[in-house]
């Protein structure tokens, strides 16, 4: 393709994204149990720019959906920019923060932080990111050692180191449930991957992580076009593939563990949005990543308003969501690599 019918291919393609995730936001907003006129949404949304919000309508936008919404987005793209990453170092499209047990080590992490600050609700702010960053960290180290042990990272060994170690982590974190058993059906809840108890410090406790781990991706994309011509190619080319590895691992395990930090463990939107979109812009990072995590928050804001509304009054865990949508999407990649 010319470079320059690219570069229009390319803002038409972030022009339909952003448009979408506006609408997404908007209807994210104006449909629940009490429906909200899209103008008025726009409005509320002005008056809050503005310091003038008064009245009930402007406290249930402002205050109580806004936030669900905003933090959706937040989460999508979290998962979808880790995906993006994951795929490109594993030169890998299977590869995502839920298949490799990254979401479910973040998820340990952050569940023995809430164990352990019971009745300190304050203390979580700080310590269930941190404990879930590390969580995830860790995860990410072993999987690779496990699926490299013998010199070659092929994808066999680590889709099943990724889900021996996945398994062996939610089983710790049910046992740690046990001693929680006064909380038991909040963790459930949030195990399941939802979006219930979103509030403006959930937003505030997740965006710095979130900005910080977006920018390094966006300012990696270079090298994980590197990445993906092979480690000894990119190490003619001047990368020091095993510098930028331990990099990107970071942070993808940082985006990956803000979202589980807040909307527990939620599947398949760092699987199914990256792929989608290399299929619509092909594998150049420089459109890939940004476009992920513009699809990833439009991918999120979507399925949480489609749980929360499918079976109203009663809510939906938006994991249950995504993975009712990922599992087979999962499955069509399985099929389409066996037969390529």
Known sequence: MPVARRRISNVVLFCVLAVSLFAAVIAGVAFGAVPVAAGDVISAIGRALTGRSSGLEDALIIGVRLPRVVLAALVGAALAGAGAIYQALFRNPLADPYILGVSSGAGLGAMIALVATTGFTGARYGTVPLAAFVGASLTMLLVVRLASWRGQLDTASLLLAGVALSYTLAALTSFIMVFAREQMAT?????????????WPYVMMIAPMFMVGAAIALLSTRELNLMLLGDERAGHLGLDSRRFTMIALGTASLLTAAAVAVAGLIGFVGLMVPHAVRLVAGPDHRVLLPASLLGGATALVLADLVARTV??????PVGIVTALLGGPFFIWLLVRGERA
Not at 187 to 199: D, E, F, H, I, P
């Open 187 to 199: 963790v459930v809840y949030w195990m399941m991957g939802g979006l219930s108890a979103a509030s």
């Open 311 to 316: 079976i109203a009054p009663i809510e939906v």
